[in-house]
């Protein structure tokens, strides 16, 4: 269909810029974290955190620093790396939804020969795809930095710990996009996508440290894919087909809210 791919192509085309510098920022963060390795493989990191409860290095991101699976987990799995590609899912959704609508910019493309919902799934994959690129990034830039510092990981958990964080970042945009979809606007479908993020984090890192909480962090999407530390322990498969499940769902709600609206003026 011609209309649908007049769509593919302009999203493409307007998020490729940000891909390319994100990407820019993902290899620098990845090259910053990597270098500190050394330091933690010569030290005596793990005798500092041996005492501490298992919880509560979790928590901080301080389990077995001294270990190559837990340095990459501790200082690039459990917190930095799913936050900002979060960030970059949620925004990214943003503009090609609610944003474009509360800026008058969606009656363009809705004149095409495509529906809402398919103009709107259109836009989400190629934001996904992106993604996925940047996953690809990553990927390549701990391919360069893992060898370089004799930093001795799996390097199938480590791409499959790469694979988990995007697919939780593309869970958080669904979460945006079915809060647009059913008429949110941007700000109040921002903090929605948000909120989302940081109580999944507090439900997976901080509750935890209550041992009565501890069962409360399986309903996390955060512990869904990245468990106990997905370089150390692997990716839990159960969870990456649920967060897979909750993607469908959460276009599929957000599809039917968006057919069962008028679309907001400018």
């Not at 962090?217 to 839990?236: A, K, N, R, T």
Request: proline content about 5%.
């Amino acid at each position: 269909m011609i209309g649908g791919k007049e769509v593919v192509v302009h999203a493409h085309r307007r998020l490729r810029r940000g891909a390319l510098i994100w990407a820019g920022v993902l290899l620098a963060l990845i090259f910053s974290v990597m270098a500190a390795w050394p330091g933690f493989r010569d030290s005596e990191t793990g005798v500092l955190t041996d005492d501490l409860p298992t919880a509560v290095t979790r928590a901080f991101g301080l389990s077995d620093l001294g270990d190559p699976a837990g340095f990459l987990d501790s200082n690039l799995f459990s917190l930095v790396l799913p936050l900002l590609l979060i960030c970059v899912a949620v925004a990214w959704a943003n503009g090609l939804t609610a944003g474009d609508e509360d800026a008058g910019r969606l009656e363009v493309e809705l004149s095409l020969p495509v529906t809402r919902a398919g103009l709107m799934v259109r836009r989400f994959i190629v934001a996904a795809g992106w993604l996925v690129g940047l996953g690809v990034v990553v990927v390549l830039g701990l391919l360069v930095a893992m060898p370089a510092l004799d930093l001795d990981a799996s390097l199938a958990r480590t791409m499959g710990a790469t694979a988990a964080v995007v697919l939780l970042a593309i869970l958080h945009g669904a979460v945006y996009y079915c809060a647009a979809g059913l008429g949110a606007p941007r700000n109040q479908a921002l903090g929605i996508a948000g909120g989302v993020a940081g109580a999944g984090y507090v439900l997976r890192s901080l509750l935890p440290l209550s041992e009565p909480l501890e069962p409360v962090e399986v309903v996390s999407p955060w512990y869904w894919l990245l468990g106990d530390g997905p370089v150390q322990h692997g990716v839990p498969i159960g969870g990456a087909v649920l967060a897979l499940v909750m993607v469908g769902v959460l276009l599929m709600v957000g599809n039917w809210g968006l057919t069962r609206r008028d679309i907001r003026p400018a």
